[in-house]
């Protein structure tokens, strides 16, 4: 069992930057593959970034070159930095974990443990 508490969120302008963070718990950090994704009002659940336990990255489109995943293995949590922010990144940030060796980074129904959600609004 992994725990996930996303934290960070909160109503910025357009152009501001926002950390999210994920603290984890209840499995070894270093096993497990991190990811970030949000879900728009009236929208599905979309990857963002994930983070294998490797450190390898890999970001959306929407998201590319303004964007940055990282993870303290020190302090078990992982970090997503958004730079530029714009309207339309408005949404509720879920962090997401497995510890699978193979698995779609972006698909929603790989990941078996998520954290509660931390709302991010950007104002025009």
């Known amino acids: 069992q992994v725990q996930l508490v996303d934290s960070g969120g909160g109503l910025v302008q357009a152009g501001a930057s926002l950390r999210l963070s994920c603290a984890t718990s209840g499995r070894t950090f270093t096993d497990t593959n991190l990811a970030w994704f949000r879900q728009a009002p009236g929208k599905e659940r979309v990857f963002v970034a994930d983070i294998k336990r490797s450190g390898g990255v890999y970001y959306a489109d929407s998201v590319k070159g303004r964007s940055a995943i990282s993870r303290d293995n020190a302090k078990n949590t992982v970090l997503l930095q958004i730079n530029n922010l714009k309207p339309e990144d408005t949404a509720v940030y879920y962090c997401?974990?497995?510890?699978?060796?193979?698995?779609?980074?972006?698909?929603?129904?790989?990941?078996?443990?998520w954290g509660q959600g931390t709302q991010v609004t950007v104002s025009s």
């Open positions: 997401a974990a497995n510890s699978k060796l193979h698995y779609s980074r972006t698909s929603t129904t790989d990941y078996e443990y």
